[in-house]
């Protein structure tokens, strides 16, 4: 089953229009990151894009470090797990299964994942026998390409279901925004 549209149209857009990096400060956040000193920014300095509907949230930026947004161990830290494997395109991905589960009206996000990554901090196989605990604002490695666009895409799955076989256990770009307090695209991360 596709989950995923073919384009990153809008993307391409926000892109084109992004706010000078001496924007005035976003105002006060009502979700998660604000409410959680535990989570970190997950790439700073990074532009929100995303499309309605998307299986995670885009943070547009070129080569910039990507963090850990809360405590958690490895599944994976490896080459694959993404469907963009066009020329240029970086294929990393990093996935944790988060310590404490983060509340999220009324369900629990178990997971997160990163991928586009240009470059991994450490490369652990899915089927590692010893897992790697990572804390939260760990850095995971640096953010690359994904259909020709910089950035990295971030999602947050349900319940443990890592599948991803399933609308119903999948954060959608607007909820994974409510969940780090309501940015909006064309916002820069802090």
């Given at each position: ?137 760990d850095r995971l490695g640096v953010s690359g390409v994904g259909n020709g666009v910089p950035h990295l895409h971030l999602g947050f799955l349900l319940e443990g279901r890592v599948e991803q ?26």
């Amino acid at each position: 089953m596709t989950l995923r549209p073919l384009l990153l149209s809008s993307l391409f857009v926000l892109l084109a229009v992004a706010p000078a990096s001496g924007a005035e400060d976003p105002p006060a956040r009502s979700g998660a990151l604000a409410n959680a000193p535990a989570l970190r920014n997950p790439m700073p300095g990074g532009l929100l894009a995303g499309y309605a509907g998307d299986t995670g949230l885009d943070i547009g930026g070129t080569s910039l470090p990507v963090y850990a947004v809360a405590a958690g161990t490895l599944d994976y830290s490896e080459p694959g797990h993404t469907r963009w494997r066009g020329k240029g395109d970086t294929p990393n991905s990093v996935r944790v299964r988060l310590d404490r589960p983060i509340p999220f009206r009324g369900r629990s996000i178990t997971h997160m994942y990163y991928t586009h990554l240009s470059k991994l901090e450490r490369v652990q196989a899915e089927d590692a026998k010893e897992k790697v605990h990572v804390e939260a604002g760990d850095r995971l490695g640096v953010s690359g390409v994904g259909n020709g666009v910089p950035h990295l895409h971030l999602g947050f799955l349900l319940e443990g279901r890592v599948e991803q076989d399933s609308w119903e256990f999948i954060l959608r770009e607007g909820d994974v925004r409510a969940a780090l307090g309501g940015y909006k695209n064309g916002e820069r991360l802090r």
